[in-house]
C-alpha cells in the first residue's frame, strides 16, 4: 500500500469538497423545485402579521414563482457544473452569487451566528479552496477578463460628455414595451 502525496491527498480533498457542495446543491435545488423549501404552514398563514417572525416571512415571500423555481435551478444548474472538470471552475464561480445570497439572507432574517451563516461560511471557503487549487487556470481567465478591455474605436472628446442623453435615449427605448402592452389594455377596454 502506497501512502498517497501531499499533492493526492489535497487533489482529494478537493473532490470531497466539490461532491459536497454538489450535494448541497441538488438537495436544495430539488427542495424548491418539489415544494419541500420556502413557503409557511397554514396555521402561521392565520396569524397577524406582527406575530410572524421576520424568517417565516421571508420564506413566506421566496415561495412565490418565478423565484423559487429559478433559484432552484439555478442551484442544480451550479451542481452539476461543479460535479464535471471541465465546469468545474464555471461552477465555483456560479457558486459564489449563490452562497453569498444565502449567507445574506439568513444573517438578515436569523442572525448573524447561526448554525446556517456558519456552513454557509464553510460552503464559501471551500469554494474558493476548489479555486485556489485550480488557480493555474483561474488566475489567466481573470487576468484576460481584466486585460486592456476598452471600446474598440476612439471618440472626440464631446461624443463622451453627451453619452448621458445617449444613455437616457437608451432608457426611454427600454420603456416602449410597456407602453405598447398599456396601450393595447387601454384601447381593449
Same mark, same amino acid.
Given at each position: 500500500?502506497?501512502?498517497?502525496? =501531499?499533492? &493526492?491527498?489535497?487533489?482529494?480533498? @478537493?473532490?470531497?469538497?466539490?461532491? #459536497?457542495?454538489?450535494? @448541497?446543491?441538488?438537495?436544495?435545488?430539488?427542495? %424548491?423545485?418539489? +415544494?419541500?423549501?420556502?413557503? *409557511?404552514?397554514?396555521?402561521?398563514?392565520?396569524?397577524?402579521? %406582527?406575530? *410572524? +417572525?421576520?424568517?417565516?416571512?421571508?420564506?413566506?415571500?421566496?415561495?412565490?414563482?418565478?423565484?423559487?423555481?429559478? @433559484? +432552484?435551478?439555478?442551484? /442544480? #444548474?451550479?451542481?452539476?457544473?461543479?460535479?464535471?472538470?471541465?465546469? *468545474?471552475?464555471? +461552477?465555483?464561480?456560479?457558486? /459564489?452569487?449563490?452562497? #453569498?445570497?444565502?449567507?445574506?439572507?439568513? /444573517?438578515?432574517?436569523?442572525?448573524?451566528?447561526?448554525?446556517?451563516?456558519?456552513?454557509?461560511?464553510?460552503?464559501?471557503? #471551500?469554494?474558493?479552496?476548489?479555486?485556489?487549487?485550480?488557480?493555474? =487556470?483561474?488566475?489567466?481567465?481573470? &487576468?484576460?477578463?481584466? =486585460?486592456?478591455?476598452?471600446? =474598440?474605436? %476612439?471618440?472626440?472628446?464631446?461624443?463622451?460628455?453627451?453619452?448621458?442623453?445617449?444613455?437616457?435615449?437608451?432608457?426611454?427605448?427600454?420603456?416602449?414595451?410597456?407602453?405598447?402592452?398599456?396601450? /393595447?389594455?387601454?384601447?381593449?377596454?
Amino acid at each position: 500500500m502506497t501512502i498517497p502525496s =501531499k499533492e &493526492q491527498f489535497w487533489d482529494y480533498f @478537493i473532490l470531497s469538497a466539490r461532491i #459536497l457542495l454538489a450535494f @448541497i446543491l441538488l438537495s436544495y435545488g430539488f427542495a %424548491k423545485l418539489t +415544494g419541500n423549501q420556502f413557503g *409557511v404552514s397554514n396555521e402561521t398563514m392565520q396569524l397577524p402579521l %406582527k406575530d *410572524v +417572525g421576520l424568517f417565516k416571512v421571508s420564506w413566506y415571500l421566496a415561495a412565490h414563482e418565478p423565484f423559487k423555481s429559478f @433559484i +432552484g435551478l439555478s442551484q /442544480i #444548474l451550479t451542481a452539476l457544473l461543479m460535479l464535471y472538470n471541465r465546469t *468545474v471552475i464555471l +461552477g465555483a464561480f456560479m457558486a /459564489i452569487p449563490i452562497w #453569498l445570497n444565502i449567507l445574506v439572507w439568513d /444573517i438578515t432574517f436569523m442572525g448573524f451566528y447561526t448554525q446556517f451563516t456558519t456552513r454557509l461560511s464553510f460552503y464559501l471557503v #471551500l469554494t474558493f479552496l476548489i479555486l485556489w487549487h485550480y488557480r493555474d =487556470k483561474v488566475l489567466p481567465a481573470i &487576468q484576460s477578463l481584466l =486585460k486592456n478591455t476598452t471600446t =474598440k474605436f %476612439k471618440y472626440p472628446i464631446w461624443a463622451y460628455l453627451i453619452l448621458p442623453l445617449f444613455a437616457a435615449a437608451l432608457e426611454l427605448i427600454g420603456t416602449v414595451p410597456n407602453f405598447i402592452i398599456y396601450a /393595447i389594455r387601454y384601447l381593449v377596454k
